[in-house]
């Protein structure tokens, strides 16, 4: 962060800074956790469901932190002759003082919310904007209610610039990490199926999307993918006062996207007629390099210069990666899965030629509400024999996949699963020499331990 005194701080944050005397030190940083808490930063022990931040205060102060935070349910002891900051909630004054210090701040702010694709937009984004600003990102995926306000504070006084992801899993979080984060040009990468557990609909995902509106610059920009119908629609429906720009396939779109070429390696594409190549696999990277190509027109980078910006030297790991290792490659995609999101994991896989045989690893697709399994049955029916060899099933909700799969599979190529060991046995029994295989599935079911596990296969 830019320097600030622990007056500014106590300021931004509403608390009662104890000695007042101490006012005048500079802080170096502000931290929420202590194991990469450095001399002189300011401790935020964070209340969450597992852990107290309080029980670490101690080892705060060891490490060199010049003043911690604390709420009103941990007062220090009389004789406890350390500078702290006492605030009602330890959550809210570090929200409160990330939202008052970005009031603070004079620099070009980036806001990127969707269903799917946002953490690769940021990443794009952040590399083209860096051929002309200094400019910082969300780190990993921490774009929520604690990840927002860390990644604010961590702007410092060379940033220029700063691409913010926000996400959500109900309504009015993105509303709060909008008026957060204050964006001079907001994106909607689309509406997808994740999230239909609490919101329902994807209509319901849609509003909740557009929430990023409200935090928006009353001169800033509004981009959005316009081939997404349940968004297009959601859009048609609101009066937006700020400038609107739709990119897409479709003609109606502002900005035209047209799809050229797909290697191992690279996805080409043209904007408007210029062409352009993103160092990523997989068809929509079309759409997710498209809006930093976008972004970079707005803020006054020529094409050139955008695309060197596309050569990405820093993705957030877990996505659509092509790992090779001796004798096979395997196409990781673990962060996450919806129904939208593995039809287009199971597409790229299609597009990749040059290999003896395929191998689908598929897991199951969470937070998808009271349609789950019909939604896993639907997707099922889209694997095509044609491209994959044999697929495996792993989890509860993957049997469902199965099943559909069954509409178009010899039964004796697909396989069902309750223990990742037992998968993994059956994989290293199928792979042969020059086989590509697909890992897809949720979060939660941890799917890199069976590619870290698969790794050490010699083909």
């Not at 964070?46 to 705060?60: M, Q, S």
């Amino acid at each position: 962060m830019k320097h600030q005194t622990l007056g500014q701080i106590a300021k931004y944050a509403k608390a009662e800074l104890h000695p007042a005397i101490e006012e005048s030190r500079i802080v170096r940083a502000v931290s929420i956790d202590t194991r990469t808490l450095n001399e002189g930063d300011v401790y935020v022990p964070i209340i969450g469901e597992r852990l107290d931040g309080h029980r670490f205060i101690d080892t705060a102060f060891d490490k060199g932190a010049i003043a911690s935070f604390h709420d009103a349910s941990h007062i220090p002891s009389h004789d406890d002759s350390r500078t702290y900051l006492a605030v009602d909630d330890t959550t809210e004054a570090f929200t409160r003082l990330a939202a008052n210090y970005r009031a603070s701040l004079d620099l070009h702010m980036i806001g990127i919310t969707g269903s799917n694709g946002k953490t690769t937009t940021k990443d794009i984004i952040h590399s083209v904007m860096q051929q002309k600003f200094r400019t910082i990102k969300t780190t990993g995926n921490l774009n929520n209610a604690i990840g927002v306000p860390r990644t604010l504070l961590q702007i410092n006084e060379d940033s220029e610039a700063a691409v913010v992801e926000m996400g959500m899993s109900g309504l009015g979080e993105i509303s709060h990490l909008t008026r957060l984060v204050r964006p001079h040009i907001a994106i909607i990468t689309n509406v997808g199926e994740a999230h239909l557990e609490q919101l329902g609909t994807r209509e319901n995902i849609a509003k909740a999307k557009l929430e990023i509106l409200e935090g928006l610059d009353a001169d800033g920009i509004f981009l959005y993918n316009y081939d997404n119908e349940i968004l297009r629609n959601a859009v048609a429906q609101r009066s937006i006062p700020q400038r609107v720009i739709s990119f897409g396939t479709d003609p109606g779109a502002d900005v035209t996207l047209v799809l050229e070429r797909t290697t191992p390696v690279s996805t080409s594409f043209s904007v408007d007629g210029a062409s352009f190549t993103v160092d990523l696999l997989g068809a929509y990277q079309m759409y997710n390099a498209a809006v930093a190509v976008i972004v970079g027109r707005l803020y006054g980078l020529d094409d050139t210069t955008i695309q060197k910006g596309l050569h990405i030297t820093d993705q957030t790991k877990w996505r659509t990666e092509l790992e090779h290792f001796e004798g096979f490659d395997i196409l990781v995609d673990v962060y996450k899965s919806n129904p939208s999101s593995l039809e287009e994991a199971l597409h790229t896989a299609g597009l990749l030629h040059g290999y003896h045989k395929k191998i689908a690893i598929l897991g199951d697709m969470l937070e998808l509400g009271p349609d789950e399994w019909e939604l896993h049955r639907d997707v099922g029916r889209k694997i095509d024999p044609n491209v994959f060899d044999d697929v495996l099933f792993y989890g509860k909700l993957s049997k469902a996949m199965m099943e559909g799969a069954m509409e178009n599979f010899d039964p004796s190529h697909l396989f069902h699963f309750d223990a990742k060991p037992d998968l993994v046995d059956k994989a290293k029994y199928l792979i042969s020499h020059n086989s590509l295989v697909l890992v897809k599935g949720s979060r939660a079911m941890r799917l890199e331990e069976v590619v870290e596990s698969l790794s050490v296969v010699t083909a």
